[in-house]
C-alpha cells in the first residue's frame, strides 16, 4: 500500500517531467561527495535540476507524465535531469562533465519531445551549440543572400551613376566647344 510520502513523491516526479523540455537518467556510480556537489552546481547554473530517484517511484510518474519508452532504465542508481528551458543544457553540461571525470556521470537515456535517445545520439546531441548560437547561424543563413543581392545592386547603381556622370562630363566638354563664342 503506498504511503502518502510516497504518493506525494511520485506526484512531484510526475510534474517535473510534464514541465521539462529534456529529460535525463545518469547513473552516478563512482563519483563522490564533492564531485557530485560540483556537478550539481554546474547543472545548477544553466537552470538544470538533478533529482536522484527511486527507481519504482520514477517509472511511475514517468507513466502518468504520458512519458513511454524508459521502463527498462530504472535500474541501479538513477538521476533524473531535468530543464524547464533548454532541452539541450544538461546533456551537453553532463558531457562536459564527464570528459573531466572518467566518463561519469554516465548518460543511460534522454527523452525529448517523444523520442528517446540512447548512447550515440546523445552523444550528437551533446555537441550541438546553445539555442541561442544555432539561431544566430539560422539568422545569419537567411541574411547571407540578401546582403549579397544588396550588394550586388549597390554595385549596379554605382556603376550606372558613374556611366551618367561620364556622360554628363563628356557632354560638357562637347558642349563648350560647339557653343558659339562671342569672338566669332
Known amino acids: 500500500?503506498?504511503?502518502?510520502?510516497?504518493?506525494a513523491a511520485v506526484e512531484d516526479l510526475v510534474e517535473v517531467m510534464s514541465k521539462s523540455q529534456g529529460i535525463y537518467l545518469t547513473?552516478?556510480?563512482?563519483?563522490?561527495?564533492?564531485?557530485?556537489?560540483?556537478?550539481?552546481?554546474?547543472?545548477?547554473?544553466?537552470?538544470?535540476?538533478?533529482?536522484?530517484?527511486?527507481?519504482?517511484?520514477?517509472?511511475?510518474?514517468a507513466k502518468e507524465a504520458g512519458i513511454e519508452g524508459l521502463e527498462g532504465m530504472?535500474?541501479?542508481?538513477?538521476?533524473?535531469?531535468?530543464?524547464?528551458?533548454?532541452?539541450?543544457?544538461?546533456?551537453?553540461?553532463?558531457a562536459d562533465f564527464a570528459k573531466d571525470n572518467n566518463d561519469l556521470p554516465v548518460i543511460k537515456v534522454g527523452y525529448l519531445d517523444g523520442q528517446v535517445y540512447l548512447e550515440e545520439r546523445l552523444q550528437a546531441l551533446a555537441k550541438l551549440p546553445?539555442?541561442?548560437?544555432l539561431l544566430g547561424q539560422v539568422v545569419g543563413m537567411i541574411q547571407a543572400p540578401i546582403s549579397g543581392l544588396v550588394s550586388c545592386l549597390n554595385g549596379i547603381l554605382q556603376n550606372l551613376v558613374l556611366v551618367l556622370s561620364a556622360v554628363?562630363?563628356?557632354?560638357?566638354?562637347?558642349?563648350?566647344?560647339?557653343?558659339?563664342?562671342e569672338n566669332s
Open 1 to 7: 500500500m503506498p504511503t502518502a510520502e510516497k504518493i
Open 27 to 61: 547513473d552516478f556510480t563512482g563519483l563522490d561527495v564533492p564531485t557530485f556537489t560540483e556537478l550539481r552546481q554546474k547543472l545548477r547554473a544553466e537552470q538544470v535540476s538533478y533529482r536522484v530517484v527511486k527507481n519504482r517511484l520514477a517509472l511511475r510518474a
Open 74 to 94: 530504472f535500474g541501479g542508481p538513477t538521476g533524473l535531469v531535468s530543464s524547464e528551458t533548454d532541452p539541450m543544457a544538461p546533456v551537453r553540461v553532463l
Open 130 to 133: 546553445p539555442r541561442e548560437v
Open 168 to 181: 554628363a562630363e563628356k557632354k560638357g566638354e562637347g558642349g563648350s566647344e560647339d557653343a558659339p563664342t
